[in-house]
């Protein structure tokens, strides 16, 4: 039978402390990090949870028992008796991976003008987009800046600019893949 708990590691410069999975099962230890941080004193060592204390203890407390579900159902219910500390740690990260991956949420503020308009950009021989990155991020005065086309020749930077922009920014923005010549004519 494998008992599984938490244990908060040393703690880095801003004095958060990487929280671990600890696996001990007939004399062996496996150690997983669940890549979250909190402060100590906001972790309850006795019932293996964060405190109310930290603004993220639902969160947190969530993905824990969660985690600590996963690896019940792994060591404690399944048929398969026998595993290595790598098929341990790879199930277990996959696990983590996933529950990361699908409990992701960006929530984009909205740009409202106040004075008119946004200002327009376009980004020509775009590349990754650096430039409209920069364009994107910066605000004065309750002014932005609205992105409204890029171009490469290379169909990689599209791909880039697509995810970034079209599907985790939610812009409208469109990406040509033609030389400037080329889209010059293709616009006249």
């Known amino acids: 039978m494998a008992t599984i708990n938490y ?10 402390s990487p929280i671990h999975l600890r696996i001990n099962c007939n004399g062996k230890q496996i150690k997983i990090s669940t890549g979250e941080k909190i402060a100590s004193i906001d972790f309850d060592k006795d019932i293996q949870q964060v ?8 969160e947190i407390n969530h993905y824990l028992s969660y985690l600590k579900d996963r690896a019940d159902e792994l060591l404690n219910k399944s048929y398969k008796k026998n595993y290595t500390n790598k098929e341990i740690k790879e199930t277990l990260n996959d696990y983590i991976n996933a529950y990361k991956e699908n409990h992701s949420v960006n929530i984009l503020r909205e740009q409202i ?3 008119g308009k946004p ?3 376009v980004d020509l021989f775009a590349g990754a987009g650096g430039f409209s990155e920069g364009f994107i ?3 004065h005065n309750n002014k932005f800046f609205d992105f409204l ?14 995810v970034r922009y079209n599907h985790q920014l939610g812009l409208d923005t469109e990406f ?7 889209l010059i004519f293709w616009i006249i």
């Open 7 to 16: 244990y908060l590691d040393k703690a880095d410069k801003k004095g958060l």
């Open 51 to 58: 405190k109310n204390s930290s603004d993220k203890h639902i």
């Open 113 to 115: 003008s106040l004075y």
């Open 119 to 121: 200002f327009t950009f």
């Open 137 to 139: 991020q910066a605000e």
């Open 149 to 162: 086309v890029a171009n490469d020749i290379n169909e990689n930077c599209e791909l880039t600019h697509v």
């Open 176 to 182: 040509y893949v033609k030389t400037l010549q080329s």
